[in-house]
């Protein structure tokens, strides 16, 4: 299994889009520097066909050390959480979406 990272992402602009390889990078970072700030700032990102990103907090609760079993607690927080669109999910299943999954 391969992992995608941002160079693969950028080189798959540039030889699908026509742009310059700087002109690519630049664009993959400005799109991902654009979906960060918006999760930072505490809202969601849909992307129709693949899925929702969101930023949800969790409040300050009692946990367990496992290893000993002393109570610790664990403060609030917030955590980004991704959605799967119902297209996404049916790929990764290999099946066909039904109609009407657009998420």
């Keep these: 299994m391969q992992t995608i990272t941002r160079a693969h992402l950028a080189e798959t602009i540039y030889?699908?889009?026509?742009?310059?390889?700087?002109?690519s990078a630049d664009l993959l970072e400005t799109v991902l520097e654009r979906i960060a700030s918006t999760l930072e700032a505490g809202e969601s990102?849909?992307?129709?066909?693949f899925g929702t990103f969101?930023?949800?907090q969790k409040g300050r609760r009692i946990g367990r050390n496992p290893k000993t079993g002393v109570?610790?607690?664990?403060?609030?927080?917030?955590?980004?959480?991704?959605?799967p669109s119902h297209?996404?999910?049916a790929r990764v299943n290999g099946t066909t979406p039904t109609v009407g999954d657009d998420e």
Excluded at 45 to 49: A, L, T
């Design 15 to 23: 030889t699908q889009v026509g742009l310059s390889r700087n002109e």
């Design 45 to 49: 990102v849909k992307i129709s066909g």
């Design 54 to 56: 969101s930023v949800r």
């Design 71 to 83: 109570e610790v607690p664990i403060l609030p927080r917030r955590v980004l959480v991704f959605r």
């Design 87 to 89: 297209v996404l999910k």
